[in-house]
């Protein structure tokens, strides 16, 4: 059974850069067929599905975090990481790794995708 796992700071200060890794166990991140997506839920708001790499190593983002967004494969063979920069208090949120075997949006995700427990991020100086 696949297990996510996020990693990251807890806080960090407007207009520098989040990073974050997703250590993924019982899958391959670069075999079989399947997408590894970040997906973030600010409080109140709905889920809002950020990018994706596949296990081919193609990446997907979303048009209009395309500019400030990157994703990776991590240093370690099963791991994907995410990058977000020049951060301002509207990019705090819950942020989530996910697999899903399609790109499909979040909800379709939260439905048939296996999903990390989520890391809380703030943005504050």
């Known amino acids: 059974q696949v297990q996510l796992q996020e990693s990251g700071p807890g806080l960090v200060k407007p207009s520098q850069t989040l990073s974050l890794t997703c250590t993924v166990s019982?899958?391959?991140?670069?075999?079989?067929?399947?997408?590894w997506n970040w997906i973030r839920q600010p409080p109140g708001k709905g889920l809002e599905w950020m990018g994706a790499?596949?296990?081919?190593?193609?990446?997907y983002y979303r048009p209009s975090l395309t500019s400030r967004t990157s994703i990776s494969r991590g240093t370690s063979k099963n791991q994907f990481t995410l990058q977000l920069s020049s951060v301002t208090p509207e990019d705090a949120a819950i942020y989530y790794c996910?697999?899903?075997?399609?790109?499909?949006?979040?909800?379709?995700?939260?439905?048939?995708?296996?999903w990390g427990q989520g890391t809380q991020v703030t943005v504050s100086s």
């Open positions: 996910a697999r899903s075997r399609q790109l499909k949006p979040p909800g379709w995700i939260r439905e048939y995708g296996s």
């Open positions: 019982g899958d391959s991140i670069t075999s079989g067929y399947a997408h």
């Open positions: 790499i596949d296990n081919s190593g193609s990446i």
